[in-house]
């Protein structure tokens, strides 16, 4: 396989690695206010992401960096052509990633109650903004003979694009849903494993008509076969919820995620953005990416570094494996 | 106002913003371990309270570093398309890399800190706190080494056909001198910074709250001010060695810093020169003969280069072109940065003098105390603006110039959206974040008993956790 294949594939990889783990923690961010009643509730569930969520971010740091590393031409186009876009996306990130440091360390009420609803509308924004962004990606966008963008804020907010948003938000919720149903207990275990059904339905038919549009709209067989198990997964996690197996139920939807994301790189490959222009304006695997000799590079490097990665994440959520509780959860004064 | 002029605005507010926390988390998460470790060695509850205390000061910190870090990576494509598409051959490495091996290392090790009291063995726990800081080091070095490339270009080739510069030798990116003595000389000024921080908090407490954990104050005041004193040492030594080295690859940045304008042997140092705003009658000259030669060369009777006979070669070289940096600016940073930086040495080394042999500051002190905390971060600001500044007209020095980098899709508009956007969140957020910091040196140290003989694990992170 050439190199910008793999790396093409890598960065797959590293999108589904953020779309799992911080799928969830968006999920659990813009629910939290609501589906905790009380301070200690929501204290609880947030709790669950404390450990992790940093972590899980850097995912799309590294995605970010691997596609700058990797194909600079994409990284240019996108990042300078999804402008105000990204800027909405990275207030959503800042405001969040803040909230969820410093709402425990003052107690006053008024200053969490603040900081929580700063937190869900800073997971509800970029939750959304990602769908639209690889919507339009894979849809493809106006791009000109230099590679340059050549429309606006509106030009993304398309109706495909949209749909795309919708599908993000609705497969994170569900996705939050089940990792609250398999990390708290009592009460919040209950109304997570509850809600996982009608936010999955919708989830389901979001997602289903949206990758039905993107395979119609180009498609190969992995993405069309991918499109259909990923439908399938969320349907099985569905079930896994109302018999109760909680575990199941999470991984599986973390599978609909990771199977979304190989079904839209796979319609996209071998271009990285297409143009709607020009056909031979589309930027390509080829046309966008670094130097055999860089590729070589950071494929050594990412070889090395990537399992080492995974090894000491892993065993951070083996270590905060245990579920949380509102009782163990002591409202700091 | 064009888009080239905001994103240069935006790059110079987000990056001095992001760059007040950043040496700060690097050097408190070193001493945050020290004083973990020092407790987890002789279990003196002290140093359990003050390893709290000053975790509490480090992740309030910390937060904001890593959230305005995403607009760091973001921006190089968001405003900066044309230069992401010629450097990133080169310059994208540094950074993938950087995600890879530091980010992920200190996100994950760092979260296992704040939530690990009392679940991880104590050992281990001791043990995520110093991987962090070790992750911190290392993103510090890989983000340098990208900056220094753009200083001095090394390995690479300009592929014309392209349009872009092609990386040939990944080592000598990874080991530019540009980027070994920048790091040394950041570390140093990181561990100023966090030394500067710790010594002003600790005798602010010490003198304003008198007959309150004196001893614990006591002790840290003096080891944030011995910090303070050897990092300054090591400021001013890798300080050095950097003019000399820039003498060398960048001759128009000392000559700038200096505002030399004509070639000069020996040269002599400027210690204050104040012209008239045209810059026809000199005011005010207070000179050291032989002193720039020996900065910029080693020797006393070096020859220096001037402004003018640098801008002459360069049009020699590159083509007709103002090649000259802002001149005021830049000699006004240089001299800010190391005059800031001395400053707080002094105010350490006074707090030293006044804490000898038991003895207690006089109320006095307090004012130093607030102010040095802030001497690093105008230093760190200053040397900063002075070596990007110096760098102009060039994003890559010699290779491409800083106009020919900018987003061509950039509307003036966008750009004013983003600029003004950032800047009023970056503002919002140093105001809660200073108030949690005040609040917390307020509050004092806390209590330690909440850790030990643990049964409930609700406890255990009472202090940090959420």
Do not use: C
Not at chain 1, 298 to 326: C, D, E, H, N
Not at chain 2, 68 to 91: A, H, K
Request: aromatic fraction near 12%; hydrophobic fraction near 55%.
């Amino acid at each position: 396989m050439d190199l910008t294949t793999v790396w093409f594939a890598l960065i797959a990889g590293l999108w589904i690695g953020y779309f799992f783990l911080e799928g969830f923690d968006f999920g659990v961010g813009i629910l939290a206010p609501f589906l905790g009643k009380n301070e200690s509730e929501r204290r609880a569930l947030l709790r669950t992401i404390g450990p992790v969520w940093d972590g899980n971010e850097v995912w799309v740091i590294v995605a970010g960096g691997a596609t700058f590393a990797a194909f600079p031409e994409w990284y240019a186009t996108l990042f300078s052509g999804f402008y105000l876009a990204l800027f909405l996306l990275l207030v959503g990130l800042i405001v969040r990633g803040i909230g969820i440091e410093y709402r425990n360390k003052r107690s006053s009420t008024a200053w969490r109650t603040r900081w929580d609803m700063l937190i869900a509308l800073g997971s509800f924004i970029p939750a959304l903004l990602w769908g639209v962004a690889f919507a339009n990606i894979v849809a493809g966008v106006p791009i000109d003979a230099s590679k340059n963008f050549t429309g606006d804020l509106f030009t993304l907010l398309n109706p495909f694009g949209l749909l795309g948003g919708l599908t993000t938000l609705s497969l994170f919720l569900t996705h939050g849903l089940t990792f609250l149903a398999l990390k708290t207990e009592g009460d919040l275990r209950a109304r997570a494993n509850a809600m996982v059904m009608p936010v999955g339905i919708a989830a389901a038919v979001i997602a289903v008509a949206f990758l039905g549009w993107a395979n119609a709209q180009r498609g190969s067989t992995l993405s069309e076969v991918t499109s259909v198990v990923a439908a399938l997964a969320l349907v099985v996690a569905l079930v896994a919820n109302r018999v109760k197996r909680e575990g199941w139920a999470f991984l599986l939807t973390g599978v609909t995620l990771a199977l979304a994301v190989v079904s839209l790189f796979a319609a996209l490959y071998p271009d990285v953005m297409p143009s709607s222009t020009n056909p031979a304006y589309s930027l390509t695997i080829t046309n966008a990416s670094s130097t055999p000799y860089t590729l070589t590079i950071m494929t050594v490097v990412a070889v090395i570094f990537t399992p080492i990665v995974l090894i000491y994440q892993g065993w951070t959520y083996y270590i905060f494996r245990k579920r949380v509780s509102v009782d163990r959860t002591p409202v700091k004064s | 106002m064009d888009p080239l002029m905001l994103s240069r605005w935006q790059f110079g507010i987000t990056t001095v913003y992001h760059f007040f926390f950043v040496p700060l988390t690097l050097g408190l998460a070193w001493i945050t371990a020290g004083f973990h470790l020092a407790w987890y060695r002789t279990g003196k509850e002290q140093y359990l309270r003050l390893t709290r205390f000053v975790g509490e000061l480090f992740l309030i910190n910390f937060a904001i570093g890593v959230v305005t870090g995403l607009v760091q990576e973001f921006q190089f494509g968001m405003n900066w398309s044309s230069y992401s598409r010629f450097v990133g051959d080169i310059f994208g490495a540094p950074l993938a890399i950087e995600g890879l091996l530091a980010f992920f290392l200190e996100s994950t090790f760092l979260g296992l800190w704040i939530f690990g009291w009392g679940r991880l063995p104590k050992g281990v726990h001791v043990a995520t706190i110093w991987i962090a800081a070790l992750g911190t080091a290392l993103s510090a070095y890989l983000i340098l080494a990208a900056n220094a490339w753009m200083q001095h270009p090394v390995g690479y080739e300009v592929n014309t056909a392209a349009g872009r510069a092609e990386l040939k030798d990944f080592l000598a990116v990874a080991t530019n001198d540009t980027a070994v003595i920048t790091f040394v000389h950041v570390m140093a000024a990181a561990f100023l910074t966090a030394g500067a921080l710790v010594a002003g908090v600790a005798m602010w407490r010490l003198v304003s709250h008198p007959g309150k954990d004196d001893g614990a104050f006591r002790a840290t005041a003096k080891v944030g001010s011995v910090i303070l004193l050897i990092a300054g040492l090591a400021v001013a030594v890798t300080g050095d060695m950097q003019g000399k080295l820039m003498t060398a690859e960048q001759p128009m940045k000392i000559a700038a810093g200096e505002a030399l304008m004509n070639t000069e042997q020996p040269a002599a140092f400027s210690l204050i020169t104040i012209k008239s705003l045209d810059g026809t009658q000199t005011l005010v000259d207070i000179r050291i003969p032989n002193v720039l030669s020996f900065l910029a060369t080693g020797n006393f009777n070096g020859k220096v280069q001037g402004v003018n006979d640098l801008q002459a070669q360069y049009q020699q070289t590159y083509g007709p072109g103002d090649y000259v940096p802002n001149i005021p600016v830049t000699y006004w940073t240089f001299r800010l940065m190391i005059g800031a930086g001395t400053l707080a040495a002094l105010a350490a080394a006074w707090f030293l003098f006044r804490m000898r042999k038991g003895k207690l500051p006089t109320k006095g002190a307090v004012t130093v105390a607030l102010a040095l905390p802030f001497l690093p971060l105008a230093a760190n600001s200053f040397g900063w603006l002075f070596t990007e500044i110096g760098r102009q007209p060039w994003i890559v020095f010699g290779l491409m110039q800083t106009s020919a980098g900018v987003s061509p899709t950039s509307t003036t508009l966008d750009v004013l959206i983003t600029v003004v956007g950032f800047t009023v969140l970056y503002g919002a957020l140093a105001v809660v974040m200073v108030g949690l910091m005040a609040r917390r040196v307020r509050d004092g140290l806390p209590e330690a008993a909440a850790d030990q003989g643990l049964e409930h694990e609700a406890e255990a992170d009472l202090g940090f956790g959420y």
